[in-house]
């Protein structure tokens, strides 16, 4: 199956610094991939929609100037959690669309980044 | 999209069948239903989809009602590795989100 992956698995950061994630499609090119966020115990939340060449769609309730999104090519988007609190502790998975894929089961999940604000 | 309702947790004794049964009842004609499981601090995995035919693959069937009101999983075998938190999503084919609800947490016992 197709592969997505994230970089880095886990990061640990003082409070009020900016991280950034990234997300790849390592062998099918996505024009469309997902950000979610999953708080322990809890099911995962989507927060946004990055499409290629175009500005991310956000979810109701997710600050955008906070999540910084690009997706500046067809097997990559980032993710950047600016001015970072403990808060914003959580692990945050990505899914990508293969644009060449069979409509039906296309979106493809990342292991997850597992984000730590001290 | 449809929303859907999923007991909680499951337990199941290992090699015998899993069965996960999941409520849509506002399904609409144009959506399938998905499913995907999250192993322990994983991202999601595919496992299987249907829009009103039962549908059988290497990891699971799913079986559907004839009014797609609601539909089950079955693992035929279950095993340790199996134990996961498993979603059930409703959704149309081309294009719509994702959306999770809360899940079933399938635990899988020797």
């Known amino acids: 199956g197709a592969v997505v992956s994230q970089h880095p698995s886990w990061v640990i950061c003082k409070s009020g610094t900016s991280v950034k994630i990234e997300c790849r499609s390592l062998d099918f090119q996505a024009t469309t991939m997902f950000w979610y966020r999953q708080f322990p115990k809890q099911s995962l939340m989507l927060m946004a929609t990055?499409?290629?060449?175009?500005?991310?769609?956000?979810e109701q309730g997710v600050e955008k100037d906070k999540f910084l999104i690009n997706h500046a090519s067809l097997t990559l988007s980032t993710l950047t959690v600016t001015s970072a609190h403990p808060e914003d502790s959580s692990f945050y998975i990505c899914?990508?669309?293969?644009?060449?894929?069979?409509?039906?089961?296309?979106?493809?999940f990342g292991p997850g980044t597992r984000l730590t604000v001290l | 999209d449809a929303k859907t309702t999923q007991p909680p947790s499951m337990d199941c004794a290992e090699g015998r069948a899993a069965n996960l049964p999941c409520n849509h009842s506002t399904i609409s004609g144009n959506e399938y239903v998905y499913w995907y499981r999250q192993i322990h601090s994983q991202g999601p995995q595919y496992i299987i989809h249907?829009?009103?035919n039962n549908e059988t693959n290497e990891m699971a069937s799913l079986i559907i009602t004839e009014d797609r009101k609601s539909s089950t999983l079955i693992l035929p075998h279950a095993t340790l590795r199996d134990t996961a938190v498993y979603y059930c999503?409703?959704?149309?084919?081309?294009?719509?989100?994702?959306?999770f609800g809360q899940g079933t947490e399938l635990s899988v016992k020797p």
């Open positions: 899914s990508a669309r293969d644009s060449g894929a069979k409509a039906y089961n296309e979106q493809f």
């Open positions: 990055s499409n290629e060449g175009s500005k991310a769609t956000y």
């Open positions: 999503i409703v959704r149309v084919a081309q294009g719509g989100k994702l959306i």
């Open positions: 249907g829009l009103k």
